[in-house]
């Protein structure tokens, strides 16, 4: 109709018009009716059932589910957005709602065996706040859908891996694996465009783990940007020293006495590192008086002589400890790997 050349058995070249009315009662596969019953949509049966070919509105095109319910399942708006599972318009290019707050994306595999790997995107309605969990499984599933979920975003855009309620920017949580930082070079490290502070990365030259701090990079508790540099010395209350750490054995029953640089405090100079100075007074006196007396005496014809002075000397007895010290606390020094 329309043309002199027809391609089918029936060619209508131009506009068709076919009238709403009720669905025949004995339909024949291959059947089209625009059905008066459901919305005037266009409808054709399959040989079992009538299937939608496309409904209309003044805002898109629908596709109901393959057994009419629930309908409009997929919605084609005239703007190309696409909504699933909702006739209000998509608020976005792709836009899959849920009443429960579980809307999902799945991507899977199905191999010929009939056994799963999936992985996934879903929307969390969580406390009245929208929440987004990525899901992942291995090959275990037989029924392709996502068993466990990896990371959550919550609504703040706090990230966590490992738990669904992350308490700050980034949360990790596992008991089986570690994080891992960038491994690179020393001069890859160097290569670095504008790092800036509080950036890590593993220090495959050095086999150090590098924090940038101050504008420089510095190893982790060694550096200068306030890690214990190797060779530090510090009184611990403990019984051992601690992982990475060795007894200071000059300390050993000591006290710690700087370095005196000038020579002028220490009356042993300038001295080493580690040398040690033995038990010692300073040098004094004391002060005593003599007690020297004149004394008359008689000899035994009653004559008076003088006889000379009469000189006292005494030694007291010891007093006091094994040595001369202050106030002190035992602690244990030990120094820096």
Request: no cysteine; glycine share 10%; net charge negative.
């Given at each position: 109709m329309g043309t002199t050349s027809p391609g089918r058995l029936l060619h209508v070249n131009g506009p068709m018009r076919l009238t709403a009315s009720a669905l025949p009662g004995s339909p024949a596969a291959g059947d089209i009716a625009v059905d008066s019953g459901d919305s005037n949509k266009l409808k054709y049966y399959d040989g079992s059932s009538w299937v939608e070919a496309g409904g209309s509105s003044a805002d898109g095109h629908s596709l109901d589910a393959a057994d009419g319910s629930p309908s409009d399942v997929l919605y084609v708006y005239n703007d190309g957005k696409i909504g699933v599972n909702s006739t209000i318009k998509a608020l976005s290019d792709f836009d899959i709602r849920s009443s429960t707050g579980g809307a999902k994306l799945l991507f899977?595999?199905?191999?010929?065996?009939?056994v799963y790997s999936s992985s996934g995107i879903k929307g969390i309605l969580s406390g009245g706040n929208a929440e987004l969990g990525?899901?992942?499984?291995?090959?275990?599933?037989?029924?392709?859908?996502?068993?466990?979920?990896?990371?959550?975003?919550?609504?703040?855009?706090n990230v966590g891996i490992g738990t669904t309620n992350p308490s700050g920017a980034l949360d990790v949580s596992s008991t089986t694996g570690a994080f891992v930082p960038p491994r690179m070079t020393e001069a890859q490290r160097d290569g670095l465009s504008s790092p800036v502070d509080g950036s890590v990365i593993y220090n495959s030259t050095s086999n150090k783990l590098n924090i940038r701090e101050n504008g420089t990079w510095n190893e982790a508790g060694g550096g200068s940007g306030g890690g214990v540099p190797s060779g530090a010395v510090m009184p611990f209350n403990l019984a051992s020293c601690p992982a990475g750490w060795s007894e200071y054995l000059p300390a050993r029953g000591r006290f710690i006495r700087g370095i005196d640089s000038t020579g002028t405090n220490d009356p042993d100079g300038v001295r080493a590192l580690g040398s040690t100075q033995a038990d010692e007074l300073k040098s004094h006196t004391h002060s005593y008086t003599d007690r020297y007396a004149d004394y008359i005496g008689q000899n035994g014809t009653g004559d008076t002589h003088a006889r000379g002075a009469k000189s006292d000397s005494f030694s007291s007895g010891a007093t006091g400890g094994a040595e001369t010290r202050p106030k002190n606390v035992a602690l244990l020094y030990c120094e820096k790997d």
């Open positions: 899977s595999h199905s191999p010929s065996s009939g990525f899901y992942t499984t291995d090959n275990t599933l037989s029924n392709g859908d996502v068993s466990v979920e990896r990371m959550r975003i919550d609504p703040k855009g």
